[in-house]
Nanobody, 115 residues
């Protein structure tokens, strides 16, 4: 069973930055698709950013230019660097990975943007 463990969440002021990490129990090279999702209070979980084989990244429009997804296959870590955060970015951020038809999720890390 593949395990994904997120870290790096916390409380940050509007305009601030955070860098989330997702450490995998296996090589991230094996996961042809990895992503960050988030769930805001009272809302459905949404895809924020994804990265697939060849380090091709995609972002939801609301985070383009502010968030950067990357991964370090040697360290088995997926990152989400977030800048210029605002209250709309508040939520639980989940790491997701796929190998073939199998999908894996982390337990989530809370990000709160508030003054």
């Amino acid at each position: 069973q593949v395990q994904l463990v997120e870290s790096g969440g916390g409380l940050v002021q509007p305009g601030g930055s955070l860098k989330l990490s997702c450490t995998a129990s296996i090589s991230t090279f094996l996961m042809q698709h990895m992503a960050w999702h988030r769930q805001a209070p009272g809302k459905q979980r949404e895809l924020v950013a994804s990265i697939r084989t060849g380090h091709i990244a995609n972002y939801v429009d609301s985070v383009k230019g502010r968030f950067t997804i990357s991964k370090d296959n040697a360290k088995r870590i997926l990152y989400l660097e977030m800048t210029n955060l605002d209250a709309e970015d508040t939520g639980v951020y989940y790491c997701n990975g796929r190998i073939g038809s199998d999908e894996f999720w982390g337990q989530g890390t809370q990000v709160t943007v508030s003054s």
